[in-house]
């Protein structure tokens, strides 16, 4: 990664934050309705997935949109240890010293599930660095394989 994908990245976390604060003034439907019709960039269509949306909804029926908080600790474990290039301009020094952690690339916090897709390994010294730092996601990469179903989920609970 480059410089301009970091910068890039930081811009995109920006939008983010601006369209999950004007996502708040408005229907869900309404921003859905945009997401069908193709007329959302990324970061306005990852908002849809915020659980400030839902969170009241799934208490009251009883029914999880993410799933656990927690990864199996069955996963799978990288073979190049901590992610942290993935995130970050370099390799970590520390993925040596340390067993990696399973983290959620797209934070959970902000509605990313506990799904194989979003999943990322570092090691604890970059899991606590990067926490729910939006501004670190890959955006680059595109719509994430898991938005879709997510959306979807929410959808069948909220309407």
């Not at 999943?119 to 890959?138: E, G, T, Y």
Request: net charge negative; proline share 6%; charged share 30%.
């Amino acid at each position: 990664m480059d410089l301009t994908t970091l910068k890039n990245r930081i811009e995109r976390g920006e939008e983010y934050l601006l369209a999950l604060e004007e996502s708040r003034s408005r229907e869900w439907r309404e921003i859905l309705a945009e997401y069908d019709g193709g007329r959302l960039a990324l970061p306005q269509a990852m908002a849809l997935v915020h659980p400030d949306f839902y969170k009241e909804r799934e208490t009251e029926v009883g029914q999880s949109i993410r799933g656990p908080r927690r990864f199996s600790t069955t996963a799978s474990r990288p073979v190049a240890g901590c992610m942290a290039d993935r995130i970050w301009l370099s390799a970590c020094p520390l993925e040596n010293l340390y067993d990696v952690h399973a983290d959620h690339l797209f934070p959970y916090s902000l509605g990313g599930p506990t799904l194989a897709e979003n999943q990322l390994f570092l090691c604890p010294v970059h899991n606590r660095a990067k926490a729910s730092d939006i501004h670190l996601f890959p955006w680059e990469l595109g719509e994430p394989d898991w938005l879709r179903r997510q959306v979807d989920r929410i959808r069948n609970l909220l309407l």
